[in-house]
């Protein structure tokens, strides 16, 4: 199984490496880019039997304890074969 | 698995001549295999054996009273006293820092670090020496982000201080940017640490990152021109992993306090083949490795690519017999993988094993010793002559002083660097006395009263018009920014950037270059402890300037006698040490006002500069100076203004006698041998006392004042300038040259 | 009154890098006993103080901190922390403690998206802390910053409560007008260099007062915090006094 | 118009912070993870009327310049309104 998880700044929290990229996207010309946010992106393998209510359970519990700080981040993620 | 046929096409793709492969099979007495051919294509690429530099540096001065440990380990080591050695080195990482330039650079000071402390030293102060195009080039704004990140990314995560370093563009690399990265540690004389592999029966241990098909041919990319088809080239980039070098550098020095180990060696370029050969090489050994017990990142890796890996973060150690279940336990303390993957033999051979198959099996000895050295061509450059002339009368007078000045402190050469460095960790370990922006860094030696000096320097511009003046100043003026810091120059490590040498002309700068560090060093008693050479810094056939780039280590005796170039208090006397001229000859002047590269550089009187080092070491013991500084780029103006930037915003009234001199060279000419000092007007006495008996001019020239920068000349105005406002064109250079105004 | 003197316990996680520099502050420096703790260890019984350094635990990976909350001597730091025991982190430190939630907030990218070295103005805000006490109101130390991730954010409701409690103990401020860059070194909001938790035994700050506790190092201002905790736990007799949070920032 | 990019090391680059995560999760109990690859994600928000095949050639070009580093990255990306 794959695990695809989206970590994302909430809106309301600055996020300035998405400034960042916004400023030199229009330094290069890019004048249609309004805004830029920057998140992570994780692919995980993952082996075993779990079905897929359990599965996105646990998925979930990752995203929780570790993968995203949800203080300030929100998370989504997609399982696929 | 099927394994290349040998062919001549083959050998020539792995960068051997015919004579070189007839030399192969003579010390084989037979024909190579594929992996034989790729671990002999990598030792006898320009990177690791040498080939067309050997001969030139062995005529460098590697032996001094400091020196315990001269060129052909890891790394140099000079004795500090106190029972303590400092461990130091230089290394380039060019080439890969051009085609990624945050991860090149990173993994080029993950590289020396590991130089430093396999040999026991715990690393306490890094330096960077840069070189980029043009500031305005298309490239260039991303190379200097993503190089300076870089450094910044690797040694803050592993704690180690950047204290200092050099940046300077110039259009001759804009193909091709030096990137190179000294690191300094310190250990005590009696826990030194070599890479040798004796004991027949030890086993041969394997530690750190696992090993990936990274870099494979670095070793010998680094020895070829740039062209077109370097891109495909390009997954040869590794990635840096500083978090694991931590674990290991910390592992490594908890491992040293045990009696366990007999040699250390970290995997550089070309890993298991080059750690394993130069290890059992020293000791006169063999090594049998076994490649199935090798940790791997990927499946199917071949026995060619195991042994060319150039996968970070590696170590190859072999400890005594007996030992090895206690030496890997501290390795798995730290999370790290370490394994048992040979022996240590008797018979002074490679011999490598696959799945119980042997697939390489070379004698030891010969591989290097035996290494071809070419005798290359050597020939002075045609249009040398014309580019050296220069009629300095014939030269129109720049009038408006201030407004060359400002141009000279706004240009990103000179300009203030504190958007490279503030990038750095450079307070980390609480030892750093100077921070960067004075003329050299002063680290503070834990558990003694004791502080070293240290500075990289090199006049590119200088080399290219004289190789030998130039190769000279690079010593001179490294060694006169540790003296200005109050430091004794000890010793040094270099970082030779060159063109190809295949090209006459090329070995021609090279071997001059070489004449002038060695004459240098042997005149400034400053041995040449380590370093490297790295060639081949072309694209498309366009060379760079010659860059022989010197690190240079002083020690302070006492740490607080230690010096910075800043101003300090009001009334204090500014002094000029040495003589003023019209050498404005390689200068940055003549270059930014007069759109010139020409004439001869400034001459050097190493003699002289000898002296004056001397006296900048008794005044700084006698605490007779409240400032030092040197007079390089820019000049004696630059070197004022430069004096008057400190946090304590105190300027100078200076009055200059121009000795007939025309102002604007008087104050922009690059004349060597000289320093800007201030001291209380108690002590001036004393010291003019001391530069009569050292043989230095020493003549007052003005006054600290507050706030106020005015230059007079024979009494008549010359600068008459805004302080803050010459401190914020110098503060702004660099970042408004290399990102424009406003970003960044 | 009890003469023994106090006692620090440094963590050390893989990657800490600033570890070293604490004992060094707290050992060679103040003269106090201090003791490495490995962060596979359980138990810190008997510290008075413990102080998590500063570094990139984990290489920051993910996110400064996000690993290391689960290292296992995590847990016997919140027992240390919940008993009233003194606890302090420093930069990385800092992130830990709110990656475990022992302090509110969070720290993000510094605004310039750089990594940051320079020495700050650090304005005491709140001097009846431990990590405070001998300072006056107001005081402003000369102290560096070296970080990523140090723009410390907090949601409105928080910020406040953060005020009215007197939990913002420093807060970045200008130096002198030859000191470049802004005062603010990392666009944390409201210029919070550090702050403490509600019951004021537990501080997190970003700048690395260890670093500079002797007089050749920027003045040797950074002192003033261990001076603090020492005075502190003297008062205090070693033991678990009460902390009087009250006023308002 | 929204363009969603996804940036993810190339296969065989070494990815350190994917490791330390795949460490940590094992270490929280989530045996079954067997690999974890860690990348970026970027949310861009684009104004103006180019068409859908302009728009893709743009976005493209973005990719290739800015957003990912194509000697060790690999991007894909996704259009949408
Ligand atoms: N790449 C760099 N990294 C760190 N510090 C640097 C770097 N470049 C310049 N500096 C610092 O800026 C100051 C001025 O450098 P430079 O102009 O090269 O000095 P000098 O002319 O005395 O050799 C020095 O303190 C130097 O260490
Ligand atoms: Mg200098």
Chains 1, 4 share one sequence.
């Not at chain 2, 004096?643 to 304590?648: I, L, N, P, T, V």
């Not at chain 3, 022992?102 to 009846?128: D, I, T, Y």
């Not at chain 3, 991730?149 to 401020?173: H, M, T, W």
Request: charged share 20%; proline share 5%.
């Amino acid at each position: 199984m794959k695990l695809r998880v989206f970590v994302t700044l909430k809106p309301g929290v600055l996020d300035p490496q998405g400034r960042a990229v916004m400023n030199s996207l229009h330094a290069l010309g890019f004048g249609s880019v309004e805004q830029v946010r920057q998140g992570k992106y994780l692919e995980i393998d993952l082996e075993g039997a779990l079905s897929g209510e359990e599965l996105s359970l646990q998925a979930d519990e990752m995203c929780r304890k570790l993968l995203a700080n949800t203080v300030i981040e929100n998370y989504r993620f997609e399982l696929a074969e | 698995m099927s394994e290349p046929q040998i062919t001549p096409e083959l050998v020539r793709e792995h960068g051997l001549t015919e004579e070189d492969y007839q030399r192969l099979l003579a010390i084989l007495g037979r024909e190579p295999n594929y992996t034989e051919l790729g671990i002999f294509s990598v030792m006898w690429s320009e990177h690791c054996c040498y080939k067309s530099s050997k001969n030139s540096l062995k005529r460098l001065p590697t032996t001094g009273a400091c020196v315990l440990q001269g060129p052909g380990e890891n790394a140099g080591v000079v004795d500090i006293g106190d029972g303590l050695a400092a461990i130091f080195k230089m290394e380039s990482h060019n080439h890969p820092s051009y085609i990624e330039p945050y991860q090149g650079a990173a993994t080029g000071v993950g590289g020396i670090l590991r130089d430093i402390f396999t040999m026991g030293a715990r690393p306490i102060a890094s330096l960077n020496s840069l070189r980029f195009g043009e500031p305005d080039h298309p490239r260039t704004a991303y190379l200097v982000q993503g190089v300076v990140a870089g450094i910044g990314g690797y040694g803050n995560c592993m704690g180690v201080p950047t204290v200092g370093g050099e940046v300077q563009f110039h259009p001759c690399y804009n193909g091709n940017i030096l990137v190179n990265a000294f690191n300094l540690g310190i250990v005590k004389t009696s826990r030194i640490f070599l890479g040798t592999a004796s004991g027949e029966g030890n086993p041969v241990i394997y530690v750190g990152s696992r090993t990936g098909r990274d870099g494979i041919h670095g070793a010998t990319m680094a020895s070829d021109e740039f062209s077109e088809e370097t891109e495909d080239k390009r997954p040869t980039v590794q990635v840096g992993d500083p978090f694991t070098e931590k674990l290991l550098l910390e592992a490594c020095l908890e491992l040293m306090k045990t009696d366990y180990v007999v040699g250390i060696q970290d995997m550089g370029a070309a890993g298991l083949t080059c750690s394993t050969l130069e290890m059992a090489g020293r000791a006169g050994s063999g090594i049998e490795l076994n490649l199935d017990l090798v940790p791997r990142r990927e499946e199917g890796m071949t026995p060619y690519e195991l042994m060319l890996s150039e996968s970070q973060e590696r170590m190859l150690l072999v400890s005594h017999k007996g030992t090895e279940d206690k030496v890997l336990e501290i390795f798995h303390k730290w999370d790290l993988q370490a394994v048992v993957v040979g022996t240590v033999t008797g018979d002074g051979r490679l011999k490598v094993l696959d799945q119980g198959r042997v697939v390489a099996d070379l004698p030891v000895n010969p591989l290097s010793e035996e290494a071809p050295v070419c005798d290359r061509l050597e020939e002075r450059p045609a249009d040398l002559a014309g580019i050296q002339q220069l009629d300095i009368e014939a030269l129109p007078e720049v009038t408006d002083l201030e407004g060359a000045l400002t141009r000279l402190l706004a240009s990103p050469n000179i300009a203030e660097k504190r958007w490279v460095w503030e990038q750095y960790d450079h307070s980390v370990r609480g030892n750093t006395l100077v921070l960067p922006g004075s003329d050299a860094a002063v680290i503070r030696v834990k558990g003694t009263d004791k502080a070293l000096a240290m500075a990289v320097d090199c006049n590119s511009r200088y080399c290219h018009l004289d190789p030998v003046t130039g190769g000279k100043i690079a010593v001179a003026e490294s060694a006169r920014n540790v003296a200005c810091s109050g430091g004794r120059p000890l010793a040094v490590t270099d970082c030779l950037n060159f063109g190809n040498p295949e090209k006459p002309e090329v070995m021609w700068y090279f071997r001059r270059a070489m004449d002038g560090l060695s004459e240098a060093c042997r005149v400034l008693d400053t041995p040449v402890i380590g370093g490297n050479v790295s060639f081949y810094n072309e694209t498309q056939g366009q060379g760079i300037y010659p860059t022989p780039t010197i690190g240079m280590v002083g020690l302070l005796e006492h740490a607080d006698c230690r010096m910075d170039q800043w101003f300090k208090t009001e009334g204090d006397v500014v002094l000029l040490l040495g003589r003023n001229s019209d050498e404005v000859g390689g200068s940055e002047f003549l270059s930014l006002l007069h759109g010139r590269e020409c004439g001869l550089p400034p001459s050097i009187d190493l003699e002289q500069e000898k002296r004056l080092h001397g006296l900048l070491l008794e005044a700084a013991t006698a605490k007779l100076l409240a400032s030092a500084h040197d007079t390089s780029d820019g000049g004696l103006g630059v070197a004022l203004a430069e004096s008057s930037f400190g946090q304590h915003g105190m300027g100078c009234r200076i009055d200059l006698a121009s000795g007939g001199l025309r102002h604007d060279l008087l104050l922009f000419a690059e004349t060597q041998s000289r320093v800007v000092v201030s001291c209380t007007r108690e002590n001036l006495e004393a010291f003019l006392q001391l530069a009569t008996a050292a043989s230095v001019p020493a003549s007052a020239i003005g006054s600290v004042a507050h706030g106020v920068f005015s230059v007079q000349v024979d009494g008549e105005p010359a600068l008459e300038c805004d302080l803050d406002r010459l401190r914020q064109v110098w503060r702004e250079g660099f970042a408004s040259a290399v990102f424009g105004d406003g970003k960044n | 009154m009890d003469m023994k003197k106090p006692r620090f316990g440094v963590v050390i996680f893989p990657g800490s890098n600033c570890d070293h520099d604490a004992y060094h502050a707290v050992k060679h420096v103040m003269g106090c006993d201090a003791e490495f703790v490995w962060h596979r260890e359980t138990s810190l019984d008997g510290f008075d103080c413990v102080v998590l350094p500063g570094g990139f635990s984990y290489g920051d990976y993910l996110r400064s901190g996000a690993v290391a909350r689960f290292s296992p001597i995590m847990a016997a730091v919140e027992r240390h922390a919940a008993a009233g025991g003194l606890l302090i982190g420093i930069c990385n430190g800092f992130q830990i403690l709110l990656e475990a939630g022992l302090l509110p907030g969070a720290l993000l990218r510094n605004s310039s998206v750089k990594f940051v070295c320079r020495e700050v103005g650090v304005r005491v805000e709140n001097n009846r802390t431990p990590f405070s006490c001998v300072c006056d109101a107001g005081e402003v130390m000369r102290v560096p910053v070296a970080h990523n991730e140090g723009s410390y954010f907090i949601d409105p409701e928080g910020l406040e409560r953060l005020k009215a409690n007197g939990q913002v103990v420093f807060r970045y401020c200008p130096l002198d007008d030859l000191t470049p860059g802004e005062a603010n070194p990392n666009g944390a909001l409201d210029d919070i260099a550090g702050i403490c938790n509600e019951a004021g035994n537990v501080l997190g700050m970003m700048p690395h007062p260890e670093r500079v506790c002797e007089p050749d190092f920027a003045g040797g201002q950074g002192r003033r915090v261990f001076d603090s905790i020492v005075a502190w736990l003297g008062r205090n007799g070693n033991g678990r006094g009460d902390i009087t949070m009250s006023g308002q920032d």
